[in-house]
């Protein structure tokens, strides 16, 4: 009993929320078109099917609850970059994203994190522009996050930040084209980068696996690490064969009716308790408060 207990506790746990509302009610990012709308049936059947890949890779699901007129609620990626017991909570650059900033912030107190806000006007997209690799926390600008804002969460935690500038609009997110596997390992789209962020990802991450444009267009990147499991939307069948080659399991789920936002697997979860990535999640207790 007492083990089983243990193992609970320790599964990684992962915030999803469900796509009621979800739409293309505005336009945002290049991927968008309200005159291609979602199939609302299809979209929730392919979240499910998400949700049930998760859960075999033996994560916890944990639940925000969705709100009518925030259609991209769904995409918790989003919501805060999760650091130990903390939350940076999100401020969206877009208006049409601001409302669900209030909901994310009361789901997250109630979890027990200690939620940080950045200053006002300081565009932060969380777990969508904020990834670790190892120790270092690596963090996409210009299109969404604004630079000045990962300096200031570098501080706050206490961490070292790399700032990437992302040069292609349809890579608008960093979890778009850039994927931690584990410390010193990621995927990646070269592509979305420029000369000098390119070369400073090859410095830093010693082994990348590159995935080419029509895969990254499949949002090949945009990759839920658990464990050894890696899932991603379908259509990355060369990505696919280079993750079992490097000893891990990709499973595939189509997630079409999110491309149509914008978005894949990755950006409709939040890991709690720390990517499998990042150096952090796997420090003792004593050093990691973690609600
Ligand atoms: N439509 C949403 C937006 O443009 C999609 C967000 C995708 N999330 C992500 N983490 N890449 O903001």
Known sequence: MAREENTAKTRPQVL???????GIHYEINPWMNRARQADHALAVQQWKALRTSLTEADAEIRLLDPVAGLPDLVFTANAALIYRGMAVLARFRHSQRQGEEPHDAAWLSRAGFDVQ?????????????????????????????AALGHQQIGEM???????????????????TCFCPLSPGE???FPGAFDDYGQQVVRELVGNLIAVDE????????????????VVTNIGCPKLHAALRSAGYEPRETPLGEFVKAGGSAK???????????????????STAATP
Not at 214 to 229: K, L, S
């Open 186 to 188: 990621a995927i990646w």
């Open 16 to 22: 999803m929320c469900s796509p009621e509302h979800y």
């Open 157 to 175: 935690l206490g961490v070292r930040v790399i700032p990437l500038e992302l040069v292609d609009d349809y890579y608008y997110h960093l979890d």
């Open 267 to 285: 950006c409709l979860t939040l890991r709690l308790d720390g990517e499998e990535a990042a150096a952090w999640k796997h420090q003792p207790a």
């Open 117 to 145: 806000q950045l200053p006002d006007g300081m565009y932060f997209e969380g777990a969508g522009d904020a990834l670790f690799c190892g120790e270092t926390l690596f963090a996409g600008y210009r299109i969404r996050s």
């Open 214 to 229: 029509a895969e990254a267009r499949q949002f090949a990147c945009n990759a839920v690490v658990v464990g050894r499991t």
